[in-house]
């Protein structure tokens, strides 16, 4: 891909700056703001979701089938389970207008979450225990009536999340796929880069379970929650579950982080409202338990953005940057240059397919484009100019110093 | 896939048969009724729906970029427009309940198009001649406030749609382009498999040209539009726009169809509205020129079941279909045969990567794996049981009878 054909521009100022990963991620092109809490994804920042998106995908196709839910669903659903009044992030849908309220006058939940959709859905296919356990994931665009829409991506109105639901024939099973869950979460992390500063923390059940739920949370200095974490057994709580006391006994270490996914056992709270049972070997009809999963993938995004930067730019891990190779042409009104420049981008694009962003503004100087690359955060920046003869020069987004190298050394090195 | 890890299953019978889209597809487990329009996408269903939206987006990148833009946006843009009181399918988004208006009292539009998100996008990257012309796309969830939803896939509240903008220096630009647009759209439908019996149609340009807009239809006994071709020039007309008395004059052909596209020259109606201006050459400001244009990508699934289908069941066309192979195993009880099945499974999914559904189902009987295959309507049915010792059972779905090959002979002459 080339700089001229993204269709959006670097930018040196901005108005949001409510955060570090907002600010960078707009300077760099990669989202724009339409109102607090609401994005538009650029190509740059496309690709990265995308990325992220089908890692989670890959790692839930182990333990799920993919399905994509209405985001708009009938109210009489959320009557059903008693929600309807009471999540306080809850939006719905009507006529903007009196011509559209004349022709539909319905009222309908915009959801910020599924299991009113997924539950009456399983219980249409999942009649004995043979159809059990059985799991269904999707991976969609969800609106909270956020009030302090916040953060960037990390707080967002309208946000990209990946939701999957459990369906058992007893409490034991749930639990048995709920650690397979954590399995497959760990082996997302890892996919994705971060699982070494990711941290497994107890938190509350809430009114689904005396159990604990758990968050897996991302150490992050700018991070918005607390973890308590026990020095000698390694336990991780959140604020709100931790032991008493246990800021001042000297046997926690305390630190921010920013919490990138959830897992929960629902048991049989939402199989009790829509009334779902399945026929047991024995003969008798039982209550189906349920668990749910969640990672929010626009909001790992944004954490990632707060984690990895430095006063330049972001630092993308490799798994997920917009691009693998920045290839910066200095020099470009020099058609001997330009042509030369051409010439390692198709080489460059033939080693390393659709992973290469060439910049090839002619107006640009060179401090802007080496400003440029250091703020969009590729893991790797390849200049060609007058002065590099037939060489390239090399550098290392998380390093300082280049390095000049011929062309297959560079592709020897570095494409796999 | 195994047919056991679907989670889904076909259905005999179905309360929604508003259409032969929604009863085949419903009754083959490729979506799920939620309420009226708006559908759940299953495994199955998914898979032909990403099929085809990656048709359009590999077509569309000849002539866009791809973004993502948020479907909740402030009833200010559409204010701006004047759009937000005349559009009779608006909806808008206020909280659900007490608790929610407590926190947030806000009220938002959710887009069913995004000439108000992407003209003040556009706004921000284009200053100068030098950035014109470009194109931004995006395929995403869209909601229309739908009085009548009906139809299946044909007519939803909540629908998948490619929607992409473009931006030029002069309507001669806009012109210039629009032919181009339309050269990608022949060829999308083409590698959709469904060119041959789509036309070009001229439709009103409504209040923003003179000029006709365009719809692409595709010729279907059950569509909703009529088309007037001229039997001469083959130019072909809506209703809205057909010559008085063409449907007497016997110079037109006369016949239903399914529209599957439109593009639309938008002029200066949302640059006004915004006060996009560029920079022109001569040093003066001037305004930019718009066009649109759709894409259905859910409708076109529901369009080619109605186009596509037999008394047994759909007949995906081979680019979209959601396996290539349905491999029937029969006679499972039987350990050998079992095993037999098993390995011409591992066999096929080699040589058709996770081109292959496996019917393994042990309960079911012969009849009903048949009726199932042709119902879910894959290209190329195989079967193995006991009868065909060493040999596969091999059978187009657009074709009646089977032939007996070896599997080598089958891999050969089907895999790519």
Redesign the interface.
Known sequence: MKFS?????TRKTISDDSSINAKLLIQAGFI?Q??AG??????LG?RV?NKIENIVRQKMNAI????????????EL?EKTGR?????????????????K???D?R???SPTHEE?ITP??Q??VTSYK?LP???YQI??K?R???RAKSGLLRC??FRMKDLYSFHVSEEDLKKYYEQSKDAYWSMYEALGIKNDTFIVKASGGDFTKDYSHEFQLRVDTGEDTVFRNIKTGECFNKEVAPDGAEKSGEYEIFKACEIGNIFPLNTKFSDAFDFTYKAEDGTNKKVYMGCYGVGTSRIMGVMVEKYHDEKGIIWPESVAPYKVHLVGLDLHDAEISAKVENVFATLQKHFPDEVIFDDRTEARAGEKFADADLVGCPLRVVVSRRSEDKVEVKKRNEKEATVMSLEEFVSKYSN
Chains 1, 2 share one sequence.
């Not at 054909?5 to 521009?9: A, E, F, G, I, S």
């Not at 309807?84 to 559209?100: C, E, I, M, P, R």
Request: glycine letters at 6%.
């Open positions: 054909k993204l269709y959006t521009k724009d339409v109102m609401a994005y538009t994804y650029l190509p496309l979701l799920g089938v993919e399905v994509l839910m209405p985001a708009v669903v009938p109210t959320w309807l009044d009471t999540v306080d992030v809850l939006g719905q849908v009507t006529a903007a207008n009196a011509a559209a004349a022709k539909n319905g309908y939940v915009i959709v859905l399983a249409k296919f159809d059985c799991g269904y969609q665009t609106f009536n956020e009030p109105r309208e």
